[in-house]
T-cell receptor, first 116, second 110 residues
Framework: DAGVIQSPRHEVTEMGQEVTLRCKPI?????LFWYRQTMMRGLELLIY????????DSGMPEDRFSAKMPNASFSTLKIQPSEPRDSAVYFCASSSPGASGANVLTFGAGSRLTVL | KQEVTQIPAALSVPEGENLVLNCSFT??????LQWFRQDPGKGLTSLLL?????REQTSGRLNASLDKSSGRSTLYIAASQPGDSATYLC?????????FGTGTSLTVIP
């Protein structure tokens, strides 16, 4: 498996623009997580899905953020309109209990967002 | 809510030294605990996973232990090398969610 795949790796945009980040989880994983990482706040959970259904979005900062998972192999995190304080690295991760119940969490390489 | 703490926040050691990184958590009802490594500007790489029924896991020079009753885990790194310099994070799996510590930034001085 190619692991968790995120795109774009880097995004530079201007304040007010819409940003869409994409994630392809590991095939067979039924949990998908979106995290945001900044120096000031560390790693924050934004939202997670189970079997494509959003379970907990309490970490989404405000209405400008939205996430979807239309199928088991694709998820998006959208910011509209973007603001400079949204600048961060956004990670997607997936997991699955599996036969052993191990539930290993696997991260993508991240999308570094800079909002000017 | 589960709270995860990692102490110290930063650690600097000379090459060759053995070291221990600490992770503590408040709720002992966990499924597993995972240790990650993060290099600057990179993603998180899983190092070791300890199931709640296990006491320790080993991979090469790394050994992770888990004491659920006291809410503690340690990551032992033997014979540290400059290439071990990175931030180490622990994550506690409390069912569906993973709760992360803030990490320990390790610098191994040649």
């Amino acid at each position: 498996d190619a692991g968790v795949i995120q795109s774009p790796r880097h995004e530079v945009t201007e304040m007010g623009q819409e940003v869409t980040l994409r994630c392809k989880p590991i095939s067979g994983h039924d949990y998908l997580f979106w995290y945001r990482q900044t120096m000031m706040r560390g790693l924050e959970l934004l939202i997670y899905f189970n079997n494509n259904v959003p379970i907990d979005d309490s970490g989404m900062p405000e209405d400008r953020f939205s996430a979807k998972m239309p199928n088991a192999s694709f998820s998006t995190l959208k910011i509209q309109p973007s603001e400079p304080r949204d600048s961060a690295v956004y990670f997607c991760a997936s997991s699955s209990p599996g036969a052993s119940g191990a539930n290993v969490l696997t991260f993508g390489a991240g999308s570094r967002l800079t909002v000017l | 809510k589960q709270e995860v703490t990692q102490i110290p926040a930063a650690l600097s050691v000379p090459e060759g030294e053995n070291l221990v990184l600490n992770c503590s958590f408040t709720d002992s009802a966990i499924y597993n605990l995972q240790w990650f490594r993060q290099d600057p500007g990179k993603g998180l790489t899983s190092l070791l996973l300890i199931q709640s029924s296990q006491r320790e896991q080993t991979s090469g020079r790394l050994n992770a232990s888990l004491d659920k009753s006291s809410g503690r885990s340690t990551l032992y790194i033997a014979a540290s090398q400059p290439g071990d310099s990175a931030t180490y994070l622990c994550a506690v799996n409390g069912g569906n969610q993973f709760y992360f510590g803030t990490g320990t930034s390790l610098t191994v001085i040649p």
